[in-house]
């Protein structure tokens, strides 16, 4: 069993950063793929990023590339995402996600994949 809480969200103008964190209970967090997820207001959730076990590599949904980056630190069991160039439409409730499978890039889209989820995070982005 694990258990995540995220942290980090808030509100913040267009442009600006915010970096979100995840922390992880339990001695086996290094054999879970990491994800972020996001659910706006009347929309389905959707995914945002994976980090593999190791956090060598990194996937990105294209609506976000190039603006957010991941990171996962094992020995703290903590996981985050770098969010920068925020945008309005970013605005959503962010979740942490562990899977005991492997995924990195559209095998991690299905929520479906996720053994575990957090309980999520609000950020705004405000124009």
């Known amino acids: 069993q694990v258990q995540l809480v995220e942290s980090g969200g808030g509100l913040v103008q267009a442009g600006g950063s915010l970096r979100l964190s995840c922390a992880a209970s339990?001695?086996?967090?290094?054999?879970?793929?990491m994800g972020w997820f996001r659910q706006a207001p009347g929309k389905e959730r959707e995914f945002v990023a994976s980090i593999t076990r190791s956090g060598d590599s990194t996937y990105f949904a294209e609506s976000v590339k190039g603006r957010f980056t991941g990171s996962r630190d094992n020995a703290k069991n903590t996981v985050h995402l770098q969010m920068n160039s925020l945008k309005p439409e970013d605005t959503a409730v962010y979740y942490c996600?562990?899977?005991?499978?492997?995924?990195?890039?559209?095998?991690?889209?299905?929520?479906?994949?996720?053994?575990?989820w957090g309980q999520g995070t609000q950020v705004t982005v405000s124009s």
């Open positions: 996600a562990a899977t005991s499978r492997w995924c990195l890039g559209y095998g991690c889209y299905e929520k479906s994949t996720w053994d575990y």
């Open positions: 339990g001695r086996t967090f290094s054999t879970y793929v």
